[in-house]
T-cell receptor
Framework: DTAVSQTPKYLVTQMGNDKSIKCEQN?????MYWYKQDSKKFLKIMFS???????INETVPNRFSPKSPDKAHLNLHINSLELGDSAVYFC?????????FGSGTQLSVL | GDSVTQMEGPVTLSEEAFLTINCTYT??????LFWYVQYPGEGLQLLLK?????DKGSNKGFEATYRKETTSFHLEKGSVQVSDSAVYFC?????????FGTGTSLTVIP
């Protein structure tokens, strides 16, 4: 039933590891996003895909690589995790100027 | 470039108090304006929107009016409840990209 679902909800890992976060939307939207929210709740756009094509790629380390196998999925892979990557990552989709967010993945890098 | 500035928090109010959260924007085109709300442990969800000057968005007792002359979209509620405790984000879009304010944390005490 969930419109935008992302997994896992919590991710605890060591520095230097590689991890992935998965996102799926069942709303039929063409555009999907990844946002990063820091501990002060500041929300920063990372990537945006429209119908599997990358349209926004903000200044993000190239250790972060999004992958969109189809327009309903936008996964985020992170290589060589660093302490500063600890944050909550939100997937979202949009249509008609409305954003629909997943419930977030809290990433803790130790 | 386009941007949103909203008042810093945190804001603490007693139940039934009047709420105002200020938001101003800068945009080159004619943006649509939004308020999103984030409850603890959840993703952002759309609270209300306005698409043109003098439009008023409203939902769940919250209101905001699109003021082009002052480039503002202040959020108001006449009588807050404990259940309104959340982080509130002002946002705009002129196309596929959304710009968010830094968020204002609201705590309502009984």
């Amino acid at each position: 039933d969930t419109a935008v679902s992302q997994t896992p909800k919590y991710l605890v890992t060591q520095m230097g590891n590689d991890k992935s976060i998965k996102c799926e939307q069942n709303l039929g939207h063409d555009t999907m996003y990844w946002y990063k929210q820091d501990s002060k709740k500041f929300l920063k756009i990372m990537f945006s895909y429209n119908n599997k094509e990358l349209i926004i790629n903000e200044t993000v380390p190239n250790r972060f690589s999004p992958k969109s196998p189809d327009k309903a999925h936008l996964n985020l892979h992170i290589n060589s995790l660093e302490l500063g990557d600890s944050a909550v990552y939100f997937c979202a989709s949009s249509q008609d100027e409305k954003l629909f967010f997943g419930s977030g993945t809290q990433l803790s890098v130790l | 470039g386009d941007s949103v500035t909203q008042m810093e928090g945190p804001v603490t109010l007693s139940e039934e108090a009047f709420l105002t959260i200020n938001c101003t924007y800068t945009a080159t085109g004619y943006p649509s304006l939004f308020w999103y709300v984030q409850y603890p442990g959840e993703g952002l969800q759309l609270l209300l929107k306005a698409t043109k000057a003098d439009d008023k968005g409203s939902n769940k007792g919250f209101e905001a009016t699109y003021r082009k002359e002052t480039t503002s979209f202040h959020l108001e509620k006449g009588s807050v409840q404990v259940s309104d405790s959340a982080v509130y984000f002002c946002a705009l879009t002129t196309g596929n990209q959304f710009y968010f304010g830094t968020g204002t944390s609201l705590t309502v005490i009984p």
